[in-house]
């Protein structure tokens, strides 16, 4: 499956340093289901998705929304990756699957960092007898900014695939303003 983040891209950034597409950050904090022991990759099932979770909260879409000062020359990307077309994914727009966790929509969608990092660790801990190992790969609920997107919280890395930098013209960007009714 294909999936979308938008990052600082550094185009002669090695792997392992910032601005690479496959970058980790670390410690990672503020970030809903973040945690102490283990990276959490946070990816968008479209690729407008990936640009509205990150640029939402900014009543004013301009061209400065794309640079990223704190490394010099980078400039924010819309990033295409691949993860598994099997990958065990914990669905929480899945009433069945809330049931069984115990978690109200409510619960999922809260800005409460303590709250979401909570149920996110649950789910991580999870574990099947069906197979050896963890029950989920990634978890999913609706976009904060949109319930029509799907964004995904990955526990397994995945594979890059391309780079776009991002302006005011690029078509997820003026998807994701109309969607969000931003002027550009």
Same mark, same amino acid.
């Given at each position: ?36 022991d283990y990276y959490v990759w ?28 704190? /490394? ?7 990033? *295409? ?14 009433? *069945? ?20 990092? *909570? ?64 002027? /550009?």
């Amino acid at each position: 499956m294909l999936v979308y983040r938008v990052f600082p891209y550094l185009e002669s950034a090695e792997p392992g340093e910032p601005g690479h597409p496959l970058y980790e950050h670390r410690p990672q904090r503020g970030g809903r289901i973040d945690h102490p022991d283990y990276y959490v990759w946070y990816l968008a099932r479209q690729s407008e998705a990936a640009c509205g979770e990150t640029f939402g909260n900014l009543a004013r879409w301009t061209d400065d929304m794309f640079e990223f000062p704190a /490394l010099p020359g980078a400039r924010k990307s819309l990033g *295409t990756y691949k993860l598994p077309d099997d990958l065990r994914v914990c669905d929480l727009d899945d009433p *069945t699957q809330l049931a069984e966790l115990g978690l109200r929509p409510t619960q999922v969608i809260s800005r409460n960092l303590a709250a979401t990092a *909570t149920w996110g660790h649950k789910i991580w801990s999870q574990h099947s007898p069906a197979i050896e190992g963890r029950k989920w790969d990634a978890v999913q609920w609706w976009s904060f900014h949109r319930p029509q997107w799907t964004v995904l919280a990955s526990w397994v890395r995945p594979q890059f695939v391309d780079a776009v930098a991002l302006d005011l013209a690029h078509p997820a960007i003026v998807d994701a303003a109309a969607a969000l009714y931003r002027p /550009l």
